[in-house]
Nanobody, 120 residues
Framework: QVQLVESGGGLVQAGGSLRLSCAASGSTSSINIMGWYRQAPGKTRELVATIADGGKTVYVDSVKGRFTVSRDNAKNTVYLQMNSLKPEDTAVYYC??????????????WGQGTQVTVSS
């Protein structure tokens, strides 16, 4: 089992920045991908950014060039630096840890979520 604790959400004006952190504990050696998803009211949860063990990153198109995902393996922590925030970035952001053994054997763990609100 993996436990995830997020921090760093809040209210910010458009154009501002926030940094989210997510600390993992438990069976962290089993994790091979960590990242962030978000869910806005009335919408489905979407991938924001992920980072794999080897450092490969994936971003949703809408945040490319503005958000940066990083990972400190020694601290079992993943970060999301969010710059040039827009009102459409408003959502609950969820930390995700994934163990993927094959294309059909995937285990996901989720944090409790942290609210990010961007005012115009």
């Amino acid at each position: 089992q993996v436990q995830l604790v997020e921090s760093g959400g809040g209210l910010v004006q458009a154009g501002g920045s926030l940094r989210l952190s997510c600390a993992a504990s438990g069976s962290t050696s089993s994790i091979n991908i960590m990242g962030w998803y978000r869910q806005a009211p009335g919408k489905t949860r979407e991938l924001v950014a992920t980072i794999a063990d080897g450092g490969k990153t994936v971003y949703v198109d809408s945040v490319k060039g503005r958000f940066t995902v990083s990972r400190d393996n020694a601290k079992n922590t993943v970060y999301l630096q969010m710059n040039s925030l827009k009102p459409e970035d408003t959502a609950v952001y969820y930390c995700n840890a994934r163990l993927q053994r094959s294309w059909y054997e995937v285990y996901d763990w989720w944090g409790q979520g942290t609210q990010v609100t961007v005012s115009s």
